[in-house]
């Protein structure tokens, strides 16, 4: 049997992608990898270690059976390939929690130090370089290009003591190709071999080399070394450095051609743990499924309460509401916003209107003068033709003419090349409703820009309206200022939560759009086989890009903070982030054109140096969350699967979401049991949060409440919190008492504390259900 399958973005870059996997080989009876949880608290006396008891229980269910890793923080157990029968039978043995099938997950800067304030001067003034280069930034993806000067470990001291990592061995790969910034290098294959076979070394390392760029891209966003003279093909020209230019990076590779498999990422993030990383960077898409049979939520969970912070992507499926992953409250969950950067091309029609897109293509022009236009849907032999799909085009009718092809489907660069094929000279990529006016630059093989819808719209009409149209593109460069900045992207999922919807995601939004940072020397930026150039630099988008933007950041923030827990630090970063642009407007949504809202960045836009000195932080430690699942009703054993803690809630206390000590809110009202609604009756709902100083006490901290919602009134209890000591806390209450309000209606408001020097800020989402 033949079985072709089209794999979607597997990383969450918004980038083309080309995961063709053509799987020849069917089993039977099919196996397939499981993650086997054993309670470590029951361990039977007649074993003298783990593993013997381990291996003990997986040949009860089957003798062929091996182990492919067996994991100490994430979960205590290991992963094996069973047939669904042995799988179950594994299961109702003494002492297994569960046996979880695995997952195969998506893999969802010369400018953004500036956009964000950190420009030279600021940056190695309030925070000491020294400090800096004690932190470890773990990058789980698809590997690295060592060679790269983002890597260079010119004027770095020696590795830092508390590092246990090492430099593994594999194709085009050795310990030589560490160094005192790339200071580890693993790569975990077990997983992938067990579902797709040995590795083909002819198209990939078994190694933790990059062979795709997704993984040199985010290491280097988070903690490249300056490299001057850095762009894509004269684009974006500067120097380039990632987020702690001084941190040190250790790279897990987990994600391979064909995705990022749930066993192998344990056992990244077990080593990682082990390795004695500082903070973790995963652009990886997660599901939103049980946090007890999540990999993601329970390894980071383990990560976190090692004190090591844990930052993922919010995923790119916006701007469907409710379309964020990776919510575990542990978690920091990152979308994405644009910066004031952009590449221009100009597109003017026959009729002598001209718009304005943006494109990285470099080559030649294909004529001064304007040439014949056609739109795809017109000249296409298939229905989906609009979009440019494989051979869709009908040569005749495209040869030596420019085709509006519409966004969507399949990968943008892939629609030139189809425009190519066909003999046609360019191409102009058309948003259609789904993407509004946001504009993702590619390296395009073709002349070739994209538009925004509306001109879109009005560069068809203008198709449909002559019979013989013309159009002239041009390439612009590269343009600094653009306003208004940051924008929301479009592709960046959004709120509300749908797992636990009392705790708002994301939880904030950083760079992810046409993003300039290292790649792969493996394949060009395009990524496409076709595409034979070489670059260093490449620009990129996705929501897999603004997450090592605020892994760099929280390494900064450890770097000068070193006694910060993780949920110190994300506090720090939330409660300064911005939600308005300097003339008081609030954050645009590209995908509207609208302000946007909490729902779409959390607690706004992330502005590292007010992070340094927050005043004040919502701190929470592994108890707090313990309290959380004792709140979600979970039971004992569910809260040893996701904590590998034997814990028993409380019969006497009362646990309650609404009082984990979030830098957030979300508050959900239930129109359909009458809360909230239904009945006329106001309901009241109370949050209870506490605070921790950690600025120069003495402080004194006013609340104040800004609504912009008529519909809930806000009551906080104590209105002033005055701290005389540096770690101190203090408690508050927020009532919100809400009238009804129609199914589906959702407001916002903001609630701050401030001593006059510091606004410890955090939204609040009302959603009426
Ligand atoms: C690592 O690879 C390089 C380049 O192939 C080679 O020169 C070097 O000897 C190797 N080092 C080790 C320790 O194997
Ligand atoms: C496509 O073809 C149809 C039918 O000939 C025509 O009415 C329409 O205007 C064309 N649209 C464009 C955008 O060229
Ligand atoms: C947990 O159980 C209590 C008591 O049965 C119930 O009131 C509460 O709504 C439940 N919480 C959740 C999150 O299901
Ligand atoms: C704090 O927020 C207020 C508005 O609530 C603003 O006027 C003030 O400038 C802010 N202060 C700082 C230090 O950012």
């Not at 069917?26 to 039977?44: G, L, Q, R, S, V």
């Not at 002492?95 to 893999?107: A, N």
């Not at 083909?200 to 903690?223: F, I, M, N, V, Y």
Request: some cysteine; proline content about 6%; hydrophobic content about 35%.
């Amino acid at each position: 049997m033949m079985n072709s399958m089209i794999f979607k973005c597997v990383l969450l870059m918004v980038l083309s992608c080309r995961y063709t996997i053509a799987e020849t080989k069917t089993e039977y009876p099919k196996k397939n990898t499981y993650i086997i949880h054993m309670d470590k608290f029951n361990m039977p006396s007649s074993f003298n270690d783990h593993l013997q008891w381990y291996d003990s229980s997986l040949k009860a269910v089957s003798e062929s059976a091996e182990m492919l890793y067996t994991y100490k923080h994430v979960a205590h157990g290991f992963s094996t390939k069973l047939t669904a029968q042995e799988a179950e039978l594994l299961a109702n043995q003494p002492g297994i929690l569960s046996v979880i099938p695995e997952v195969r997950y998506e893999l969802h800067t010369t400018r953004t130090p500036e956009f964000l304030g950190l420009a030279e001067k600021t940056s190695t003034h309030a925070i000491s370089s020294d400090k800096q280069s004690e932190v470890i930034v773990g990058v789980l993806d698809t590997g690295v290009w060592p060679e790269l000067k983002s890597f260079d470990d010119t004027g770095l001291g020696p590795v830092p003591s508390s590092w246990k990592g090492t430099c593994e061995t594999g194709n085009n790969f050795n310990s030589s190709n560490c160094n005192k910034k790339l200071v580890g290098a693993r790569f975990f294959a077990k997983g992938y071999e067990a579902a797709f076979g040995p590795i083909d070394l002819k198209t990939e390392s078994k190694s933790p080399r990059d062979d795709d760029g997704h993984g040199s891209h985010t290491s280097t966003t988070a903690a490249g070394s300056v490299v001057s003279g850095a762009s894509l093909f004269g684009y974006a020209s500067g120097t380039a450095r990632g987020m702690a230019p001084q941190a040190r990076v250790a790279v897990y590779k987990v994600c391979w051609i064909g995705g990022c498999f749930t066993s192998d990422i344990a056992a990244a993030i077990d080593r990682a743990i082990e390795d004695g990383v500082n903070v973790l960077s995963m652009s990886i898409g997660g599901s939103v499924t049980d946090y007890s049979r999540d990999i993601i939520a329970i390894g980071t969970f383990a990560a976190t309460a090692h004190g090591i912070l844990v930052s993922n992507s919010a995923g790119n499926s916006g701007p469907s509401e409710a379309s964020v992953s990776n919510v575990a409250p542990w978690i920091t969950t990152v979308g994405a916003g644009t910066i004031d950067r952009d590449f221009p091309a100009y597109i003017t029609l026959g009729n002598g209107k001209k718009y304005a897109g943006v494109s990285l293509y470099n080559g030649k022009l294909p004529s001064n003068s304007a040439v014949p236009l056609v739109y795809a849907g017109n000249v296409s032999s298939l229905s989906s033709g609009r979009l440019c799909t494989k051979d869709s085009l009908i040569s005749s009718k495209v040869s030596g003419k420019i085709v509006v092809c519409e966004r969507g489907g399949n990968p943008r660069v892939e629609k030139s090349l189809v425009v190519k094929k066909a003999g046609g000279i360019g191409m102009i990529l058309a948003n259609t409703a789904e993407y509004g006016e946001e504009l993702v630059a590619d390296s395009f093989l073709i002349p070739a820009a994209a538009l925004g819808q509306k001109e879109s719209n009005e560069v068809k009409k203008y198709a449909a309206s002559t019979p013989n149209p013309t159009v002239k593109i041009e390439f612009g460069g590269t343009h600094l200022g653009v306003q208004p900045s940051p924008v929301v992207a479009a592709f960046s999922s959004r709120g509300p939560n749908l797992l636990t919807p009392k705790i708002l995601k994301p939880d904030l939004i950083a760079p992810g759009v046409n993003i300039l940072a290292g790649w792969t020397g493996a394949v060009g930026p395009t990524g496409l086989s076709v595409d034979k150039r070489h670059v260093s630099f490449n620009i990129v988008s996705g929501t897999s890009m603004s997450c090592p933007h605020v892994s760099g950041l929280a390494a900064l923030l450890k770097g000068a903070h070193p006694e910060w827990s993780p949920a110190a630090i994300r506090s720090a970063l939330m409660t300064t982030s911005y939600t308005s642009y300097k003339n008081g407007q609030s954050i645009k949504d590209v995908a509207t054109g609208l302000p946007a809202t909490p729902f779409d960045y959390g607690a706004g836009h992330v502005d590292p140096v007010a992070a340094l000195d927050p005043g004040l932080v919502y701190d929470a430690t592994v108890d707090d969350y313990l309290s959380f699942f004792c709140a979600l009703n979970y039971t004992s054993s569910q809260i040893k699967l996701a904590t590998r803690r034997v814990y028993t809630c409380s019969k006497r206390k009362t646990y309650r979401v609404e009082d984990l000590n979030y830098p957030s809110f979300a508050v959900p009202f239930d129109t359909s049991s009458g809360i909230g609604g239904g009945s006329n009756a106001p309901t009241t709902v109370q949050y209870k949060r506490t605070l921790t100083n950690m600025g120069t006490p003495p402080a004194i901290y006013k609340v104040s409440v800004s609504s912009k919602s008529p519909s809930v009134k806000i009551v906080v209890e104590p209105e002033i919190l005055s701290f005389k000591e540096v770690n101190e806390k203090k408690g508050y209450t927020v009532t919100f008492t809400a009238s009804s309000m129609p199914s589906g209606t959702n407001s916002f408001a903001f609630l701050q504390w401030s001593d006059g020097k510091h606004n410890v800020t955090s939204p609040i989402a009302f959603s009426w259900t």
